[in-house]
């Protein structure tokens, strides 16, 4: 999966959200509604009382903005492509059971989008090897499953 360092710069975000709204002449309710999320939501990032990135990502995307326009130091790092590489199933198939053996443990349960990003980034991780670091592989579900970057149900 994607993944990123992000912490919320809770003044910078709120000044950056204002000027975006006022930019676009929007109202903080409807933005939250268009983003479908709670009516409050943008109203408590702008009184810097912030939020989790799943949510600013929402409202950016409403707001035609990407996350590093709240954070100049935002950067997402993407796992490099797999062109041309050789697929190897059992590697695979290992990878989604440990996948599915810490969500089970944590009584935890995420999108198959989550689970194909987090399954492409431990295989890139693997690959070389043809084994699975099991601590990466675990660390990289606590990850996603803390980060606020997907929608987790318990």
């Given at each position: 999966?994607?993944?990123a360092?992000?912490?919320?710069?809770?003044?910078?975000v709120?000044?950056q959200?204002k000027?975006?709204?006022?930019?676009?002449?929007?109202?903080?309710?409807?933005?939250?509604r268009e983003a479908k999320?709670p009516?409050h939501?943008?109203y408590?990032?702008?009184?810097?009382?912030?939020?989790n990135?799943a949510s600013?990502?929402?409202?950016a995307e409403?707001?035609?903005?990407?996350l590093?326009?709240?954070?100049?130091?935002?950067?997402e790092e993407?796992?490099?492509?797999?062109t041309?590489?050789?697929y190897?199933?059992?590697l695979?198939m290992?990878?989604?059971?440990?996948?599915?053996e810490v969500?089970?443990?944590r009584?935890a349960?995420?999108s198959k989008?989550?689970?194909d990003k987090i399954?492409?980034?431990?295989y890139?991780k693997?690959?070389s090897s043809g084994?699975?670091?099991?601590d990466?592989a675990?660390?990289?579900v606590d990850?996603?499953?803390?980060?606020?970057?997907?929608?987790?149900?318990y």
């Amino acid at each position: 999966m994607a993944s990123a360092v992000f912490r919320l710069n809770k003044p910078f975000v709120a000044t950056q959200l204002k000027a975006a709204l006022k930019d676009q002449a929007l109202k903080a309710v409807q933005v939250s509604r268009e983003a479908k999320l709670p009516d409050h939501t943008v109203y408590n990032f702008l009184q810097k009382q912030g939020g989790n990135v799943a949510s600013l990502q929402a409202i950016a995307e409403v707001l035609g903005k990407d996350l590093s326009y709240f954070d100049p130091n935002y950067k997402e790092e993407k796992p490099e492509p797999l062109t041309n590489t050789p697929y190897d199933a059992d590697l695979y198939m290992e990878i989604l059971g440990v996948i599915n053996e810490v969500l089970k443990k944590r009584n935890a349960s995420i999108s198959k989008e989550a689970v194909d990003k987090i399954a492409h980034t431990i295989y890139v991780k693997s690959q070389s090897s043809g084994t699975v670091d099991r601590d990466y592989a675990i660390g990289a579900v606590d990850f996603t499953l803390s980060s606020g970057f997907v929608e987790v149900t318990y």
